[in-house]
């Protein structure tokens, strides 16, 4: 079908529709599975809304109202589920971008085994958060667990605070790191080894390579790791409903939790909806920062500069 | 929703948007469907009205049969199932088993897609709640069938069946919180392990005796499961009540849940339980000799029967004035079908018709007939675990059966966990708790109409 779209039409332009034509199974997708229902999803944040009743009732946008009410049913939950969510990202993303990058750095060298070592710090990655959920349980389990044991330590690791938060921050880095430091080798397979023979011509050291080059070149990459980095820990949901099941006293129940139970276990769904859209502005407004915060200074100046100088030029 | 949400979407999506979608998706992509009532209308009821009773001669049905029994009881409802096949050439059942609560969020939406199970179990509290939400079908006619009688059923499993005036559920067994003693450690604090301790006082003493000898006799847990198992059954013994008894209020911050939520935390006060019991550690402690006490579910009496441990089981002792102790009770129910099959619905009840007949062999899974008869049997008379228990049947609570009593529950929970781990001041846990339980509680009446 596409060669005769192509043998009907001007053989250099090719038919207008060819562009869409291979976009169309992932637009098809994106539109089933994102789009409907993300507008839908708008829909049932306006109602009181349960699939299985009959009717459901509008109550505008009552849903987004009780989330500012302190003293509505949903109010409490939700907000210490978003304190709490803020709390894990804010502890768990330095982490997750720092080492990695210091682990990619290590797993760059040539060294015998390398691709073992590469594919040993990946693995835990590739585990369901059901099998490093149960498994951390047992292990950080303050009564029997092997975590204790191993450190001659009697921490209530998924019981009492801190210690929840240590120990739901460092499960989910040794969970996930792999996944980072993955694309970080990527981005520093991409740096051209000029850059750094030029260095080293000009004398620098291994920490103004790494500052001058290194960081410069993975600029694009940080930005994409701390970007989805943030929007992974602020989604996170199976290392808490697992190992601590939200507590202490709800003090590691984030979010996306709340969302879950009040959506699917209380079924209330408009509510859930209203809480979910919220979450979201929170995620894009951030994400937005991110980008922002972590924008090529030096670019845009230079950008600006020749923006400048063609003014000049044509004037 | 695991952690690392990195779909192609997501990676391409950089603004967050995607990310935002996908999380309403999981809210939204449940809301397709109508209701399935219009669907199925009420042409529901098998077509033959005799409930199953007079067998299933039609073509070769395959039927589904969803339940959460992951532990010890699941082999045992397997084995039925098999015994059913073996019996019935024409009828296969394939049972699906998954944790309770993954089942009960699953339901609803398979239901509403059509795709739900020909047959179901639920807890007694939560039948209430899904014949309003229209997830489960009336079945007067099977309970006609198999001559169910109110007097051969304790009265709350029987009337939690009930919703609207009609019958929605068949009660299939009674499984209560008991006492689980180790007799080793027992031993090794002096004390006699054929005589267990009963009341208030006895079981003060043999706490003392036991930490003198260096052990924390009763781990008090901080989860739903011990811990909120356990406080439910102090408070009825303390003469309180978690609701009224048309659901409407909650009472459980009133004195008697004071007291029963103090006399837990006080365990750990007074050095009977070490301070933060991890999931199910106070029943692993028991398991491994750390610990002699713990009160845990029917359930757990295969579980222990496996093990080479010196052990036994006795009714709850009496703490507070009045024995009592908490239970829930499974029961037999038929989801909706969107399409309306009068041959698989006549196999369905067939199938319902003869399991909820098999009292016994489910009563050596570890669990309490639901019937009088059944219970009274000599055969199960010849189990002296499940027995014992089963003499606690008078004084056994269920929660009301009003829809979405389950919601609220949550809180009783959450103070519990407030308590136990946080240091709050049991009163004001319990108040603060029963103050968001009961709007919760009137929510859902106006949801599902009182």
């Not at chain 2, 757990?300 to 009770?329: C, F, R, Y």
Request: proline residues 5%; negative net charge.
């Amino acid at each position: 079908m596409a060669v005769a779209l192509r043998l009907g039409t001007s053989r250099r332009e090719g038919s207008p529709w060819l562009p869409y034509l291979f976009l169309a199974p992932y637009l098809l997708l994106f539109v089933t599975f994102v789009a409907v229902p993300a507008v839908f999803g708008l829909w049932i944040s306006l109602h009181d809304w349960d699939y299985m009743l009959d009717s459901q009732l509008f109550v505008g946008l009552g849903n987004y109202a009780d989330l500012f009410d302190p003293t509505s049913v949903i109010y409490p939950d939700f907000w210490n589920g978003m304190q709490n969510t803020l709390v894990f990202t804010l502890a768990s993303v330095p982490f997750l971008v720092a080492l990695p990058l210091l682990l990619a750095l290590l797993l760059h060298q040539k060294f015998p085994g390398r691709t073992f070592f590469r594919a040993m710090f990946f693995a835990p990655y590739v585990l369901g958060v059901a099998v490093i959920g149960l498994m951390w349980r047992y292990l950080l389990d303050a009564n029997f667990g092997l975590v204790n044991s191993l450190l001659g330590t009697d921490i209530a690791w998924t019981t009492s605070q801190p210690w929840a938060w240590v120990g739901l921050v460092a499960v989910t880095v040794w969970w996930t790191m792999g996944f980072n430091a993955i694309i970080y080798l990527a981005g520093l397979g991409d740096i051209p080894v000029e850059h750094y023979e030029a260095a080293s011509l000009d004398g620098a050291s291994w920490w103004q390579k790494f500052r001058y080059v290194t960081l410069p070149g993975l600029r694009p990459v940080l930005v994409f790791v701390v970007v989805i980095t943030v929007l992974a820990s602020a989604n996170m949901f199976g290392q808490s409903y697992i190992v601590t099941q939200g507590g202490p006293t709800q003090s590691t129940q984030t979010a996306i939790m709340v969302i879950t139970d009040l959506g699917l276990s209380r079924f209330q769904m408009g509510a859930a909806a209203a809480e979910s859209y919220l979450l979201a502005l929170f995620l894009a407004v951030v994400s937005v920062l991110n980008f922002w915060l972590l924008r090529d200074r030096d670019a845009a100046q230079q950008r600006r500069e020749a923006r400048a100088q063609r003014r000049a030029v044509t004037r | 929703m695991p952690q690392p949400t990195r779909s192609p979407f997501t990676r391409r999506s950089f603004l967050s948007l995607a990310a935002a979608g996908g999380m309403s998706a999981t809210v939204a992509a449940c809301g397709g469907g109508s209701s399935p009532r219009d669907a199925g209308g009420s042409g529901q009821a098998a077509a033959t009205g005799d409930g199953g009773a007079g067998g299933y001669d039609g073509p070769q049905m395959d039927l589904t049969f969803w339940n959460g029994f992951t532990g010890g009881d699941g082999p045992t409802m397997k084995a039925l199932v098999d015994q059913f096949n073996a019996e019935h050439a024409n009828i296969a059942v394939t049972m699906t088993t998954m944790q309770w609560a993954d089942y009960y969020a699953k339901l609803p939406t398979a239901v509403s897609s059509g795709n739900g199970p020909d047959v179901g179990i639920m807890h007694v509290d939560s039948v209430a709640t899904n014949a309003a939400r229209n997830v489960i079908q009336p079945l007067d006619d099977v309970a006609s069938a198999l001559q169910l009688a109110e007097s051969d059923f304790a009265t709350v499993p029987w009337q939690a069946g009930l919703y609207d005036g009609k019958r929605y559920a068949i009660p299939l067994d009674v499984h209560p919180l008991g006492f689980y003693y180790n007799k080793t450690v027992m031993e090794e604090a002096g004390l006699d392990p054929e005589a267990p301790p009963t009341d208030a006082t006895s079981y003060m003493d043999a706490l003392e005796a036991l930490k003198n000898a260096g052990i924390e006799g009763h781990w008090a847990s901080p989860f739903p499961f011990t811990g909120g198992l356990s406080v439910q059954s102090l408070v009825y013994q303390f003469g309180g009540s978690l609701f009224t008894e048309d659901g409407a209020s909650v009472t459980w911050a009133e004195d008697p849940g004071v007291e029963a939520l103090t006399w837990w935390v006080d365990l750990i006060e007074q050095g009977y339980s070490p301070a933060k019991v991890d999931q199910d550690a106070d029943y692993i402690a028991l398991k491994n000799g750390k610990t002699a006490f713990n009160w845990n579910g029917i359930w757990q009496i295969n579980d222990l029967k496996q093990t080479d441990l010196e052990w036994g089981v006795a009714a709850l002792p009496t703490i507070g004035g009045t024995p009592a102790a908490w239970a829930g009770s499974h029961q037999f129910v038929l989801p909706v079908q969107k399409s309306s099959d009068s041959d698989r619905a006549q196999a369905s009840r067939v199938f319902l018709n003869w399991i909820s007949e098999q009292s016994q062999a489910w009563a050596e899974a570890g669990q309490v007939p639901a019937r009088n008869s059944a219970r009274e049997s000599a055969e199960f008379q010849d189990l002296p675990e499940q027995t014992e228990l089963a003499s606690q049947i008078d004084d056994l609570h269920f929660l009301p059966t009003v829809p979405g009593i389950g919601d609220s529950m949550s809180e009783f929970d959450k103070a519990l966990n407030a308590a136990t781990l946080g240091g709050t001041d049991p009163a004001k846990a319990l108040a603060d708790s029963a103050e968001r339980a009961q709007k919760i509680l009137d929510d859902n009446a106006a949801k599902y109409g009182g």
